[in-house]
C-alpha cells in the first residue's frame, strides 16, 4: 500500500529566533509555536496521515520548517542543502528518519544549495525555484538525482518571496495557486488560478478534495469551497511570523510502499 507519512519536527525552544528575510521580524512566542504545531500534527492525523517525528533539533531555531531539508521523489529523498548557511545543521536526523522509512538517500553537494521549499512536485513535473536559497548548481543536482527517475525537472526564477513554494502550490487537478503580486512568471504553469491572499497561495494535500490551509487566508478557502474542495483551517500564526507556511511544517511520504 501507499505510504500515508508525514514526517514532522518539534519545534525547537530558540524557535522565535529563526531567519527572516523578506518580512520585518516580530515576536515569536514558543509555548505558542508549539501548541499550533500539535494541532496541525492533529489535523494531519485526523484526516487519515501517519506522523513521523524526526529527531527534535533544539539547536536549530529554524527546525521545525523540516520541509526544506529533504526532497522526495518515489522512494529517493535527496538531502538538501540550505542556501541559509545556519540551517544545514538540521539535515542530519531527517536523514536518519527517511533512512529509517527506507528511502534510498542522495545529497546534495556543494556549491549546490537548496531548500525544500524551493521544490513543487505536480504529478512527475518538478519545478524548482532559482532564488535566494536555491542555487543553478543545485538545480542541476535535483535533475541529476530524478530525470533519471522520470521527473521533468522544471527551473522557475524566484526572486520576491523566500521559496516558490511561497509563492505557489497546486490543487489536487494540478492547477498552480498563486497570489499574483508575488509570482514572477505565472504563464510558467499551464493552469494558474490567482488567489486573493498571500497565505492563500498554500495548501498541502490531504487526499480527496481536503486541503490543509492557513487560517489566516479565509477568502482563499472561500474560494476553494465554492470549487467544490474542503479547507481545513490551521492557526499557524507564529510560523508565519517567520515566513512559513503550511507546506513547510512537514514533508509527505507518499510514494514509499510499507
Ligand atoms: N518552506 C518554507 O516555506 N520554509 C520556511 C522557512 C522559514 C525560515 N524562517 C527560513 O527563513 O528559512
Not at 16 to 45: F, I, K, N, S
Not at 96 to 104: F, K, Y
Request: overall charge negative.
Amino acid at each position: 500500500m501507499p505510504s500515508r507519512r508525514a514526517l514532522i519536527r518539534r519545534p525547537s525552544p530558540r524557535v522565535a529566533d529563526g531567519l527572516v528575510t523578506h518580512v520585518e521580524r516580530r515576536t515569536v512566542d514558543p509555548r505558542v509555536a508549539l501548541a499550533q504545531w500539535r494541532a496541525y500534527g492533529e489535523a494531519l492525523r485526523a484526516h487519515g496521515w501517519e506522523t513521523v517525528e524526526a529527531e527534535p533539533a533544539d539547536d536549530c531555531p529554524d527546525g521545525v520548517f523540516i520541509e526544506d531539508t529533504v526532497v522526495m521523489f518515489r522512494n529517493v529523498a535527496l538531502i538538501a542543502r540550505s542556501g541559509a548557511e545556519t540551517r544545514r545543521r538540521e539535515t542530519a536526523g531527517v536523514e536518519e528518519a527517511v533512512a529509517r522509512l527506507g528511502c534510498s538517500v542522495n545529497w546534495v553537494w556543494e556549491p549546490g544549495t537548496l531548500d525544500g521549499g524551493d521544490v513543487l512536485k505536480i504529478g512527475d513535473t518538478v519545478y524548482v525555484g532559482r532564488g535566494g536559497r536555491t542555487n543553478a548548481a543545485g538545480v542541476r543536482q535535483l535533475r541529476a538525482a530524478f530525470e533519471p527517475l522520470g521527473a521533468r525537472v522544471v527551473a522557475v526564477p524566484v526572486s520576491r518571496v523566500l521559496h516558490l513554494k511561497s509563492a505557489v502550490t497546486a490543487l489536487p487537478d494540478g492547477t498552480v495557486i498563486g497570489y499574483e503580486p508575488l509570482v514572477e512568471q505565472p504563464s510558467l504553469f499551464p493552469r494558474f488560478l490567482p488567489v486573493p491572499e498571500e497565505a492563500g497561495a498554500h495548501v498541502v494535500l490531504l487526499g480527496g478534495a481536503r486541503l490543509l490551509m492557513a487560517a489566516s487566508a479565509p477568502k482563499t478557502a472561500e474560494l476553494f469551497t465554492d470549487l467544490g474542495y474542503e479547507p481545513v483551517l490551521v492557526d499557524i500564526g507564529e510560523f508565519e511570523k517567520l515566513e512559513g507556511c503550511v507546506t513547510c511544517l512537514s514533508v509527505r511520504l507518499r510514494d514509499l510502499h510499507t
